[in-house]
């Protein structure tokens, strides 16, 4: 998806579970797609953002809460 995406007011989230832990996978819903980032990156203006759609991003968190994305043996 190559969409320039405006996230200068994005309401970034993690999960409860992190514990408040800088290393985080955070996510924020903007304009109709997600946004994901690690948290480490926080202020870092070359920091990389992966941008889905909303539709794939419900599809890949469905999978994982289904054990399909376990790639540790």
Do not use: H
Not at 35 to 63: C, H, M, N, W
């Amino acid at each position: 998806m190559n969409k320039k995406v405006d996230l200068t007011n994005a309401e970034w989230a993690k999960s409860e579970l992190s514990n408040g832990g800088d290393n985080c996978l955070e996510v924020a819903f903007v304009d109709g797609v997600v946004a994901l980032r690690d948290s480490v990156d926080v202020g870092d203006p070359a920091a990389q953002v992966l941008i889905v759609s909303r539709k794939d991003y419900e599809l890949f968190t469905a999978s994982v809460r289904a054990g399909q994305a376990d790639l540790l043996p």
